[in-house]
């Protein structure tokens, strides 16, 4: 069976899935198994920072006297794991306000974000490189898939890392920063990414968050996976989301709108909201439906008024604490499930 991760995208309420991993490696260590997850799954998919989270648990435990970008494909140190999951869960809970700074103005920089870049990517970039340093792609612990969209070429692009194959030859390696960086340029909320393959070919490419191709990247971790194991005929799935928005729009709201109305971010950004629920239960629906796919995704309803996507205060960190144990909790079996089948 072809064991595959999958991590939908949301901003900080990646907290979510990242509690949920925490839980699954709780109860794998109580059935006996020392499994780190980033190599308990033949594949690990991700969305903007669903990415993030997949990325961080590939990483692996670099010496210090290593240079990874010195020779892309070799391994950096060891096959161990850099980070632990309550290294990745901290990163939500202490540093989220970093990629996402509040502000005593925030109902101003609302407004603003209708015309420019909510925030400047600073932030981000600084923490990525400090997570990342100068791993690549190549070096993680199991095969990769990292969403984004190419604007200039108006084409997806999948960053990967996939096994040495002779028909995968012309694959571009990139640092796993720069990956990350490109997958979680959120449009409105950060500039676009401009990143260069290594070893460098004297390309840039200009890349937007990865939710622009699919929010929900189970459907294309499953076809990634049979690419990679053309021989298998069993998978299982576990998808992890970060909320369904519990919150719609009525007739009575949209009448009226105009091209502001559907993009207006204090609305939750509606165009948006509406595409990423539709792509998300279409690869649910369709999922379920292919034989020999044990799909299991793990999601709940999340009022979008009480959990902004880009809010890390610690209001919202508790609710998001919370919405993670309902969801654990609720989802139990499955949970046991997965333990038992890794």
């Known amino acids: 069976m072809v064991?595959?991760?999958?991590?939908d995208?949301?901003?900080?309420?990646?907290?979510?899935?990242a509690l949920l991993l925490r839980e699954l490696e709780g109860k794998l260590r109580r059935?006996?198994?020392?499994?780190?997850?980033?190599t308990a799954f033949d594949l690990i998919a991700g969305t903007s920072t669903g990415a993030l989270i997949a990325l961080a648990l590939a990483l692996p435990e670099v010496s210090a006297t290593a240079n990874p970008s010195a020779n892309p494909s070799a391994n950096p140190s060891t096959r161990r794991p850099a980070l632990s999951i309550d290294r990745i869960v901290d990163l939500y809970e202490s540093r989220g306000i970093e990629i996402f700074p509040h502000s005593s103005r925030l109902g101003w920089r609302?407004?603003?974000?209708?015309?420019?870049?909510?925030y400047s990517g600073a932030g981000i970039e600084h923490i990525l490189a400090d997570i990342f340093g100068e791993v690549t792609m190549r070096h993680g612990l199991t095969n990769l898939l990292v969403t984004a969209f190419d604007p200039e070429k108006m084409e997806p692009r999948c960053i990967k890392n996939r096994p040495p194959r002779e028909e995968w030859a012309d694959d571009l390696n990139f640092f796993m920063r720069d990956a990350a960086r490109a997958t979680m340029a959120a449009p409105t909320y950060f500039p676009p990414a401009e990143i260069q393959p290594v070893p460098a070919n004297g390309e840039t490419y200009c890349l937007v968050d990865g939710a622009l191709l699919t929010n929900n990247p189970a459907m294309l971790a499953y076809i990634e996976a049979t690419k990679i194991?053309?021989?298998e005929?069993?998978?299982?799935?576990?998808?992890l989301g970060t909320g369904i928005d519990q919150v719609g729009y009525s007739h009575k709201d949209m009448r009226s709108w105009g091209y502001f109305g559907w993009i207006n971010p204090t609305k939750g950004v509606p165009l948006w909201a509406m595409f990423a629920a539709g792509q998300s239960e279409t690869v649910n629906h369709q999922l379920r439906r292919i034989p020999g796919v044990r799909y299991i995704r793990l999601n709940a309803t999340i009022d979008p008024r009480e959990c902004p996507i880009d809010d890390a205060s610690p209001k919202?960190?508790?609710e998001l604490k919370r919405i993670a144990e309902r969801i654990a909790a609720d989802h139990r079996?499955?949970?046991?499930?997965?333990?038992?089948?890794?």
């Open 3 to 7: 064991k595959i991760l999958s991590i």
């Open 9 to 17: 995208g949301g901003g900080i309420r990646g907290l979510i899935p």
């Open 31 to 38: 059935k006996g198994k020392d499994l780190p997850l980033g």
């Open 333 to 342: 079996a499955e949970l046991d499930t997965v333990a038992e089948l890794l």
């Open 110 to 118: 609302e407004a603003m974000q209708a015309i420019k870049n909510k």
């Open 233 to 239: 005929r069993e998978f299982l799935i576990l998808a």
């Open 316 to 318: 919202v960190i508790a």
């Open 229 to 231: 194991f053309p021989e």
